[in-house]
Nanobody, 121 residues
Framework: QVQLVESGGGLVQAGGSLRLSCAAS????????MGWYRQAPGKQRELVAV???????NYADSVKGRFISSRDNAKNTVYLQMNSLKPEDTATYYC???????????????WGRGTQVTVSS
């Protein structure tokens, strides 16, 4: 099994910053793409950023220029630096990873339980 654990959420004023982390652990042979998603109350879960194994991340238009994602493959960890936060960024943020647990096994998607980010106006 694979576990993803997010951390770093909290309450921040508009214009402030937070840094989220997500660490993957368990039965991991290799990790493919990793991503950050968010879900606000009453809304569908939406993509925030996706990070390939290497290369540039892709971002939702709503966070471009404000959020920066990165990954440390040696630590199986991804980060989301969130700057210039707005009240509309308030949501539960989830980490997602595509993982191969053994050599030759299929890729499976795993999700963390989420971390709450609340931005006050």
């Amino acid at each position: 099994q694979v576990q993803l654990v997010e951390s770093g959420g909290g309450l921040v004023q508009a214009g402030g910053s937070l840094r989220l982390s997500c660490a993957a652990s368990g039965s991991i042979f290799s990790i493919g793409a990793m991503g950050w998603y968010r879900q606000a109350p009453g809304k569908q879960r939406e993509l925030v950023a996706v990070m390939p194994i290497s290369g540039n991340s892709n971002y939702a238009d709503s966070v471009k220029g404000r959020f920066i994602s990165s990954r440390d493959n040696a630590k199986n960890t991804v980060y989301l630096q969130m700057n210039s936060l707005k009240p509309e960024d308030t949501a539960t943020y989830y980490c997602e990873a595509t993982v191969r647990e053994r050599r030759g096994s299929i890729w499976r998607d795993y999700w963390g339980r989420g971390t709450q980010v609340t931005v006050s106006s």
